[in-house]
């Protein structure tokens, strides 16, 4: 029997009931326009205030320096070019890492054309970012640190408080991209010691097309678009209502939640990255072993097609996926398990199951029943996995 079974929640995931209850309500009946100044602007304006509070709550922040935007990558793209035009005369360097999402590294790379300078700061195997050279590389012309709050492709978290009292020493605006880590680890921007973070609502259970950026009380950043001014003129446009208060039941919900979800994905993923271990040889975790996001392994199955396994997996009704959904289509070999030095077998045999909060044990047996069958099948009957240099 094929069932279905998802296992790519670092892609996206499905909007909540309550989530999708309370949108319908802003489509369909509360669905003024929150710039107008009668009841039912002032109706959507409302839930826009309420979905503010929820998101500034949930990181420590104040409502007043919550942006919303259509998601993660407008988020990362505003910090970024927008932190980068507001400070060009005081210096024109930025540091980055090499593991960054392409929203951050893209823009980055768009900001280099334009005479900017990008330091791409290496990480170790676990693909944590490298301080040291962080220290060796800031200088009197960095005026942006960006680097992600917890990798997508591989789950790993990152120092930022560490990086974060670095950029407060010296006054440099610090942007972390949180869209992997937000509503699943702990978030106080203070604590972290971040200016700019950016969050999207479809990865923590909300709609796609809604996220924001958190902007420190007194940064200057320009905006990129111009129009009318809402949003407090950053990022003018008739605010996507309906999504933005979807996002902040979502962000409510993922915060009440956070600690009951993780444990249950955590045990989910222990369990099945045990029962991997056991039943097929020659794998590897990528990634940090303990500071990572729940619910995420990124495995590398060496002696196969991380392509092919993912094609006879959805065969089998089972969704997981390479890397990154965006990088999917491509067949340039990921940057990030590139950056922590897996070999080119390594990388190619990888694939990355991320579980959610609807997962079951049920699921996993039906998926650990598949997968090592599989596994054997691409492998071949001549592979012979003791010769095999990789370690665990
Ligand atoms: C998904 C993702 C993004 C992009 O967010 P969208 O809302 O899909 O634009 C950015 N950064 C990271 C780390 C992500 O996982």
Redesign the pocket.
């Known amino acids: 029997m094929v069932r279905s079974v998802y296992l790519d929640h ?3 995931t499905p909007v909540r009931p309550e989530v999708s209850e309370l949108m319908q309500q802003y489509l369909r009946n509360k669905f003024g326009n929150p710039s107008s100044l009668h009841s039912y602007g002032r109706q959507a304006r409302q839930g826009l205030n309420w979905a503010r509070e929820q998101v500034a709550e949930a990181i420590g922040a104040n409502a007043t320096e919550i942006i919303f935007t ?7 793209n505003l910090a970024i070019l927008g932190t980068a035009y507001a400070y060009q005369d005081r210096g024109r360097h930025i540091i980055t890492s090499c593991i ?5 590294l893209d823009s980055c790379k768009y900001l280099e054309k334009r005479g900017f300078r990008v330091t791409y700061l290496p990480v170790n195997e676990y693909g944590e970012v490298d301080l040291t050279e962080l220290d060796r590389v800031l200088d009197d012309d960095t005026i942006l640190i960006s680097i ?1 709050h ?3 492709e591989i789950g790993t978290i990152q120092p930022i408080a560490e990086i974060g009292r670095r950029a407060q020493e010296r006054r440099i605006p610090f942007h972390t ?4 880590s937000l509503g699943k680890v702990p978030i106080d921007v203070k604590q972290l010691g971040v200016s700019l973070l ?1 969050a ?4 923590i259970y909300g709609p ?4 924001m950026l958190y902007i420190r009380e007194g940064s200057r950043l320009d905006p990129l678009w111009h129009g009318g001014s809402q949003e407090q003129k950053i990022r003018p446009g008739t605010e996507n209502v309906a999504g933005i208060v979807g996002f902040g039941r979502a962000v409510e919900l993922a915060i009440a939640e956070m600690e009951s979800v993780a444990g249950r994905v955590n045990r989910l993923r222990d369990r099945l990255w045990a029962e991997i271990q056991t039943r097929i040889s020659a794998v590897k975790l990528n990634g940090h072993p303990s500071q990572r996001i729940p619910g995420h392994l990124n495995i590398s199955f060496v002696g196969l097609e991380g392509q092919s396994l993912l094609t006879a997996l959805d065969e089998k009704g089972i969704a997981a996926s390479s890397g ?3 990088m999917a289509s491509a067949i340039e070999p990921s940057h990030v398990l590139q950056a922590i030095g897996l070999s080119v077998d390594q990388i190619q045999g990888s694939i990355r199951l991320t579980l959610g909060r609807d997962n079951t044990h049920e699921e996993l047996d039906y998926v650990l029943d598949e997968l090592p069958r599989l596994v054997e099948q691409l492998r071949g009957p001549d592979w012979n996995g003791a010769a095999c240099p990789c370690e665990r």
């Open positions: 670092s892609a996206t259509s998601g993660g990558t407008e988020a990362d960054e999402h392409h929203a951050v992600m917890a990798n997508n991209d949180a869209v992997q950016s999207s609502a479809h990865k796609k097309g809604a996220g990154s959904a965006c």
